[in-house]
């Protein structure tokens, strides 16, 4: 779906009013930003409450892997574009939870053994 041209503080606004990016970035070209988001579920909801969830928008096929630390991980990036702006979005689920703290799993312990 192709928008109306925006300047590129009226993009980040909108992003910002639709759903709650980690990261804007401009690119080196002007023309285009990068867009994280915390998970894949934000990204997939920032892309429908945007009205950029049809068929014309290019979205990354869903790939997995491990990340330095191996830790798994599912990836999905889209590229819609949003008010003459190329839109380079990405987002990534850890498939393992993450592990607790040292003080965090001795509070739970405490908990648990006082029942």
């Known amino acids: 779906m192709t928008t109306p041209a925006k300047n590129r503080r009226a993009v980040m606004a909108e992003l910002l009013l639709l759903a709650n990016p980690t990261a804007i970035r401009v690119r080196s070209d002007g ?26 928008v290019l979205v990354g ?5 491990t990340d330095s630390d191996d830790r798994p991980y ?7 574009t949003l008010y003459g702006w190329k839109v ?14 040292s003080a965090t799993t001795d509070r739970l312990a405490a908990l648990a053994v006082s029942g």
């Open 61 to 65: 096929k869903e790939h997995q892997g």
């Open 31 to 56: 023309t285009s930003l990068d867009v994280d988001f915390d998970s894949i579920a934000e990204l997939r909801s920032w892309l429908h409450l945007a009205g950029l969830d049809g068929p014309d």
């Open 88 to 101: 380079y979005a990405h987002a990534t689920d850890y498939t393992d939870p993450a592990p607790l703290d």
């Open 74 to 80: 599912r990836a999905v990036s889209a590229y819609p």
